[in-house]
Structure formats: C-alpha cells, structure tokens
C-alpha cells in the first residue's frame, strides 16, 4: 500500500487567495524480524518512525532522513537528518560495528568512554586523536556534543534522559533513538543496521551486510533443527550477585540463541525478555546437574570464579570443566568485542554455541566470542 502525506501550506495569495495542497508519496519498506522500527521510502526522502525506542515506551519518534537537494517538507517530525553526512556521535558499543560494516568508521567524531571501543578501525581513529571522548555519557555533557556539531548522534536510552533529545534540537542536532536491545529475535536486533544505513545514506549497503548476517545464522540454525530433546545437553547461565541469580528470561535474545544452537536452557519455563532474579536454592535444585554453563561472566579461570563465590563449586559444569565465558576477544583497552559485534552478528554467537554444545556439527570453526575456563 502507498501512503499519502498531506502538508498544508497556508499564505495569502495576492492573486486568488486559495490555500496550496503539497502532496508527498512514501511507501512502506518491509523489515523482516525488528518490530521496533518502520521504514518508508519516498521519491528523495526516507522516514522511520521508532516504535520501541526504550522498554516501555508508549511515543513513535518520526524521524525524515533528506537525500541531497530534497524538497520535502521537514515539518512535523522529531528530527530531519540532511545527506550526506560527514560527522556522526555513537553512544553505545553495539553501533560501532554498523559504522565498520558500512564503510563509515571515518566519520565517527565523538563517543562516550572510547576505551570501551574493541574495534581495531575504530581504535585506530581514537589514537589518533579524531575522535572525542564524551566521559560518562553524551547525556551528562551534551556541551561537548553541541561543540562537535555532529550531522547526527545516535542514542541508545533506557528512557530515563529524554530531556536531552530537546537540547539537541535547539541546538540544530538530530537525535536519533537507536532501540535495537528491545528486540528478542537475534536477527531483530541484528537488522537495526538498516536503520544506521538510512542515516548514512548506505540503505542498500546495509541490505546486503544484513543478508549476509541472515543466511549465516539460517545456515547454522539449519545444523541443529532435526535434534530430537534428548539430544540437547542441559545448559545452565548466569552468575550471582548479594545472594540473587541473574540468568536470562525465557523469552529473551540470549536465551533464543541458545535454543536455536540445540541447547536445552533449565530456565526455559522461566518467562521473560530482561534477566530473571532467582534465589541459590532454586538454581541448585534445577541446575545441579547440568551438563554446560554458558555465560559466566568475566572470570579468567575456575580457581578465581569458584573461590569469587565458593557455591559454584557445587556445580556439576564447574567441577568437569565445562564452564564458558564470552571474552575470548577483547580491545586493546580492554573492551569485550562480545558487546560490541554480537548485537549485528548473532550469527557468530551461534556458530559458537553449536560447536561448544554440538562440536561434531561444526569441525572446522574455531570459537570467536566464546573460552572454556581452565
């Protein structure tokens, strides 16, 4: 279907003081697994409209992306990017990839704690001196923001910060609210690259990075799709802190990859999208015995992890050895790459699971986010 937005002009007309109608079409661009944005194209513009910006958001933030020497009508949205763009601001690790896989990594001028950064193209930029470290977060010095006079800054927000989208505005810069950790679907949050792609004027660009994101994960998905249950080895996650389990939620994006790698998840009945919050005692009669722990937080090895908490020694995985943490990459300033490239390449994540949980499956790959604790 093709929609028809309707801008009115309003003015005296000296000669017949009629009211001018300006009549522009845009067509809605199908995603296929984020439901947290919309796309629609127009003859020299773009619109996405951000449905789940933040958990819970209940406002749709239209944005208008200009092609060069547009006559669109800017009015009415929540912010109008101009191409093309020369300087952009990142606020979250998970969107420096996009900027790598788009070709884009050189237009990056600002971003909050830069040693959090594990890309190399980036790091390279950042030693430099090209790019500007914001401290905390562009929240608390949009001053320094505002100096830079980006094209556009892209903020990931848990909502608590919006009053800032207002001081960007006033001060002519675009802010764009990237909502990707909303989604639970691991190609969901992986297809936000077209979101980046529009706002750097690389759609079709992005389309191709993604397609070939989506075929991986599909192919790898496709090695354990025929396992029958008692096939799957039980996988415990999660980590304690002050006395409370943290694990993710049944419905969650993590939670997802593990099934869809053959893995039998023992909190699989436990609802949700976030981290579930589970007492010691409920995790050791469910988890006592399982044959993975996946997920571990950052522990070096398993004298540092058992003596940090000495309840996880009780652990069947622990005690064999089978317990797999996420930090097998990190930064030269000591940033996890797991954090950074595992939103946009889910596909990897999941080749990893499968050859620690299936390793016949997969004989050649080496893992590339994922260690075994000696």
């Known amino acids: 279907m093709t929609y028809l937005l309707y801008f009115w002009s309003f003015g005296l007309l ?8 300006l009549t522009l079409e845009k067509t ?14 127009g003859k020299d513009f773009w619109e996405i409209h951000v449905t789940q910006g933040y958990t819970g958001a209940e406002k749709t933030f239209r944005y208008l992306v200009l092609e060069e020497n547009s006559e669109a009508e800017k009015t009415g949205f929540d912010a109008v990017v101009q191409l093309p763009i020369s300087k952009v601001v990142m606020t979250s690790t998970t969107h420096i990839p996009h900027l790598d896989l788009l070709e884009s990594t050189e237009k990056l001028v600002g971003f909050p704690q830069t040693n959090l950064i594990s890309s190399e193209k980036t790091r390279s930029l950042i030693d430099s001196g090209k790019v500007t470290d914001l401290g905390n977060g562009p929240s608390a010095n949009p001053e320094m923001v505002i100096d830079l006079q980006p094209d556009w800054i892209m903020i990931s927000t848990l909502g608590e910060d919006l009053r800032y989208l207002d001081l960007f505005a006033q001060a002519g810069i675009p802010a764009l609210i990237n909502g990707e950790y909303v989604e639970q679907n691991p190609l969901g949050r992986a297809e936000w690259i077209k979101f980046t792609g529009i ?5 079709q660009e992005s389309v191709a990075v993604f ?41 969650s994006w993590g939670a997802r ?11 699989g009945d436990q609802s949700g999208e976030g981290s579930l919050q589970l007492n010691y005692e409920f995790v050791l009669d469910n988890g006592l015995e399982t044959d993975f722990w996946i997920g571990s937080a950052d522990f070096p090895d398993l004298q540092t992890m058992g003596n940090a908490e000495p309840r996880y020694q009780a652990f069947t995985p622990w005690k064999n050895g089978k317990v797999y943490t996420y930090t097998a990459k990190k930064g030269a300033t000591g940033g996890l790459e797991y954090f950074e490239l595992g939103y946009v390449r889910p596909d990897l994540i999941l080749k990893d699971l499968i050859k620690i949980l299936h390793p016949e499956l997969l004989p050649e790959y080496e893992l590339y986010f994922y260690k075994k604790l000696n």
């Open 14 to 21: 000296i000669s017949c003081g009629k009211k001018t109608e």
């Open 28 to 41: 809605p661009v199908a995603l296929g697994y984020a439901k947290g944005f919309e796309i629609f194209q």
């Open 199 to 203: 706002l750097l004027g690389k759609y």
């Open 211 to 251: 397609e070939e994101i989506e075929k991986a994960y599909q192919d790898a998905e496709k090695l354990t799709a025929t396992l029958a249950q008692s096939e799957k080895p039980k996988v415990l996650s999660g980590v304690m802190y002050q006395d409370i389990w943290y694990a993710p939620g049944a419905d």
């Open 257 to 267: 990859i593990l099934e869809n790698a053959g893995g039998s998840y023992i909190f």
